[in-house]
């Protein structure tokens, strides 16, 4: 079994996840429980498929959680658009939060044709 805590691409999903709590602070009242909400499961999914991946007894498990995790990334980056269009995040916030999830994506990426290379 692998320990998720060790690879950096969770570490920054998980510093992510922190990032987009703290940003829906700036969001209305009213959509706490819609976008916000939708962008705070997004967020917590990509951490959480990693760490569920790595407890899988193989790497094609893994990257299968991994391929998740990524659709997880895809999911929120376009939340993140969205929010700064609408004006519920600045825009600075907003490319903040853009910049991290695409350093993800490539990161989730990367790990999947690695792990995919080495099994085939």
Avoid at 17 to 40: C, G, I, R
Avoid at 59 to 72: E, M, N, Q, V
């Amino acid at each position: 079994m692998k320990d998720y805590k060790k690879y950096k691409v969770w570490e920054k999903a998980h510093q992510l996840t922190l990032d987009v709590y703290q940003a829906m602070h700036a969001f209305p009242k009213e959509e706490l429980f819609n976008l916000a909400s939708q962008m705070k499961r997004a967020a917590a999914s990509i951490p959480m498929n990693i760490a569920e991946g790595c407890g899988r007894s193989s790497d094609k498990d893994f990257a299968r959680f991994l391929h998740i995790a990524l659709g997880s990334a895809n999911e929120l980056e376009y939340q993140i658009i969205l929010s700064i269009d609408l004006n519920f995040i600045d825009k600075e916030t907003g490319q903040h939060l853009l910049f991290k999830v695409e350093e993800i994506k490539k990161m989730l990426t990367s790990f999947i044709q690695k792990l995919t290379k080495a099994n085939s």
